[in-house]
């Protein structure tokens, strides 16, 4: 089992920047890749980024490229998104995913959530 917990939305401004964190307990050597995903109200879940445990290899979205940076610290079991430049419609509740066995985009292949951190831009 795995545990997430994720923490450091707010309110900020159009343009202004926000860093989300994820601390993970329990089995997290076993993690392969952690990710980051969001959901707005009456949207779908939507992939943001991605990063692989070992290696530290990334995947963004496309919407997200330039502007936010997935980083991980695996002494400290911790995943951070850093975001810059937000915008009104990245309003939403994000999510940190832990998958076993899978470096991938789509939720279904994450084993472990946390319970979501809310994020708003204003305009």
């Known amino acids: 089992q795995v545990q997430l917990e994720d923490s450091g939305g707010g309110v900020v401004q159009a343009g202004g920047s926000l860093r989300l964190s994820c601390a993970a307990s329990?089995?997290?050597?076993?993690?392969?890749?952690m990710g980051w995903f969001r959901q707005a109200p009456g949207q779908e879940r939507e992939f943001v980024a991605t990063i692989k445990r070992s290696a530290g290899t990334t995947i963004y979205a496309d919407s997200v490229k330039g502007r936010f940076t997935i980083s991980r610290d695996n002494a400290k079991n911790m995943v951070y998104l850093q975001m810059n430049s937000l915008k009104p419609e990245e309003t939403a509740v994000y999510y940190c995913a832990a998958s076993m066995s899978a470096w991938s985009m789509t939720s279904w292949q994450y084993d472990y959530w946390g319970q979501g951190t809310q994020v708003t831009v204003s305009s």
């Open positions: 329990g089995r997290t050597l076993s993690i392969y890749a």
